[in-house]
Nanobody, 123 residues
Framework: QVQVVESGGGLVQPGGSLRLSCAASGRTFNPNGMGWFRQAPGKERELVAAISWSGTTYYANSVKGRFTISRDNAKNTGYLQMNTLKSEDTAVYYC?????????????????WGQGTQVTVSS
């Protein structure tokens, strides 16, 4: 019923940048709450950033000052701009979405998930 698709992952050198995109759509209504999570092999999935429909944001301490989450409601697309990338940012990045106007910061609060896009930071 609801489709969530990420794109924009790839290989980048330390200090470089990438921008991830997320399209979330429903048949009649589009999900409005959105978050980005990441998961490295052998580790739990963790929140990177979240944004409400109105633009309120939250960032994990590890990415504050380097990553920026945003959304274009007209295009029904969310973005994660990642700057000054570090090797520890390497992971599969997932976009998550749900209906609701609040800011959601827990993985348990999200209903729909994309399949993930790989981000590798290496020299």
């Amino acid at each position: 019923q609801v489709q969530v698709v990420e794109s924009g992952g790839g290989l980048v050198q330390p200090g470089g940048s990438l921008r991830l995109s997320c399209a979330a759509s429903g048949r009649t209504f589009n999900p409005n709450g959105m978050g980005w999570f990441r998961q490295a092999p052998g580790k739990e999935r963790e929140l990177v950033a979240a944004i409400s429909w109105s633009g309120t944001t939250y960032y994990a301490n590890s990415v504050k000052g380097r990553f920026t989450i945003s959304r274009d409601n007209a295009k029904n697309t969310g973005y994660l701009q990642m700057n000054t990338l570090k090797s520890e940012d390497t992971a599969v990045y997932y976009c998550a979405a749900r209906y609701g106007s609040s800011l959601f910061t827990s993985r348990y609060e999200y209903t729909y998930w994309g399949q993930g896009t790989q981000v590798t930071v290496s020299s």
